[in-house]
């Protein structure tokens, strides 16, 4: 089985800094990563999504994340943070090749950022 | 409908009363999830549907049921409200394959009195 660890609750961060929120996994067998993001009183929705290539993945609004294979991590990243960016952030994952159970997605249990003025 | 739609979007529920959250998505995607999500503890799987008559239980099953009659709806029942079930639940989709995405509707907030 596989889990992830978000190891940090919460993340407050001055406007126009850059940011990194730290993601960690555990698994028995070769993964699929993602980050999902949270705004206030809404679902999730994909951030973005590591599944093979290029272990550095660019997602939307400027968001990005580094596939570290031998440290078992998922950081994300972002240079400079908007207001616009507060919002609950989860990393998780999916084991390739599941052919049973419920093939659906591991989640930490988030990390909210919060961009300070 | 574009996506997952859930329903209510909250309620204020008596313990001890029968509940069902309803949940519909219109991608045609085979899997489909029931999620709750309590402050601290992220996202936690109440149950899953693999594919339209199958169901299966996740981490959090105890209190709730689920059926799949068909690809488009996946109803979460709570036979009998207590109030450990107020949280905020979410329903999600994805095409079979652990490379595919999950499309997560907006959720229920639900409080238990």
């Known amino acids: 089985a596989q889990s992830v660890t978000q190891l940090d609750s919460q993340v407050p961060v001055f406007e126009e800094a850059p940011v990194e929120l730290r993601c960690n996994y555990s698994?028995?067998?070769?993964?699929?990563l993602f980050w999902y993001v949270q705004y206030p009183n809404q679902g999730l929705q994909l951030l973005l999504k590591?599944?093979?290539?290029?272990?550095l993945v660019k997602g939307i609004n400027g968001f990005e994340a580094e596939f570290n294979k031998s440290q078992t991590s998922f950081h994300l990243r972002k240079p400079s943070v908007h207001i616009s960016d507060t919002a609950e952030y989860f990393c998780?994952?999916?084991?390739?090749?599941?052919?049973?159970?419920?093939?659906?997605?591991?989640f930490g249990k988030g990390t909210h950022l919060i961009i300070q003025p | 409908i574009a996506g997952i739609t859930q329903a209510p979007t909250s309620q204020i529920l008596a313990a001890g009363r029968r509940m069902t959250l309803r949940c519909t998505q219109d991608?045609?995607?085979?899997?489909m999830y029931w999620y709750r999500q309590d402050l601290g503890l992220g996202l936690r799987l109440i149950h899953y549907?693999?594919?339209?008559?199958?169901?299966g239980k996740g981490e959090v099953p105890d209190g709730y049921s689920v059926s799949r009659a068909n690809t488009d709806d996946f109803p979460l029942t709570l036979a009998s409200a207590v109030p450990s079930q107020t949280s905020v639940y979410f329903c999600?989709?994805?095409?079979?394959?652990?490379?595919?995405?999950?499309?997560f509707g907006q959720g229920t907030r639900l409080t238990v009195v």
């Open positions: 999600a989709s994805k095409p079979t394959g652990g490379n595919t995405e999950a499309f």
């Open positions: 998780a994952v999916s084991e390739r090749g599941s052919g049973g159970g419920a093939d659906g997605l591991t």
């Open positions: 991608m045609r995607h085979n899997a």
């Open positions: 590591y599944l093979s290539g290029s272990t």
């Open positions: 698994s028995s067998v070769s993964v699929y």
């Open positions: 549907s693999n594919t339209a008559g199958t169901t």
